[in-house]
């Protein structure tokens, strides 16, 4: 059964001695702590790429919140712009009609001032027309020196109620 000269039992033989080396030197247990190891680096690995998948998730749900509140403040900020431009254009636009009716009063003033001045100085014009009509009158319709005298009198007379 057992012949030296078959390759079998040489192949057989080289086999137990195999085994026999591997597990004088502890091959199989290596071989499981080198597994075990490589395991537990893959584990580990594995769980910190878990928590840094977990990091970064709630750094984008944090930058997601902030990208909200910035674009809720910007949204802020235009309707505070928006507002304050809506009253500063409601007070120019009183500040303008203000401005508009103060002219326009000024303008009436001027123009009242104006008409009483041109009436004066018709008034004026017309009396000194009368008051030269009345003195060629009186001085050709009166001789003498009563004449002269009314005449004078009247100018005087009209000259004061005139002042």
Do not use: C, H
Not at 24 to 33: R, S
Not at 41 to 65: C, G, H, V
């Amino acid at each position: 059964m057992f012949n030296p000269q078959d390759p079998l039992f040489w192949t057989l033989v080289a086999l137990i001695i195999f085994i026999g080396v591997v597990m004088y030197f502890k091959v199989p247990a290596l071989v499981g702590k080198a597994l075990d190891d490589r395991a537990d680096a893959i584990r580990k690995e594995l769980d910190d790429a878990r928590r840094l998948r977990e990091e970064a998730q709630q750094l984008l749900a944090d930058y997601k919140k902030k990208s909200l509140e910035a674009e809720d403040e910007a949204k802020a900020i235009v309707d505070q712009a928006k507002r304050e431009a809506e009253a500063l254009a409601a007070e120019a636009r009183r500040n303008l009609a203000e401005s508009l009716e103060r002219r326009t009063k000024a303008a009436e003033d001027k123009i009242a001032r104006a008409e009483a001045q041109a009436i004066g100085e018709v008034r004026s014009a017309a009396v000194a027309a009368a008051i030269s009509a009345a003195e060629n009158i009186l001085k050709t319709k009166v001789a003498g020196s009563t004449a002269a005298s009314l005449v004078d009198e009247s100018i005087r007379n009209l000259k004061g109620r005139l002042n």
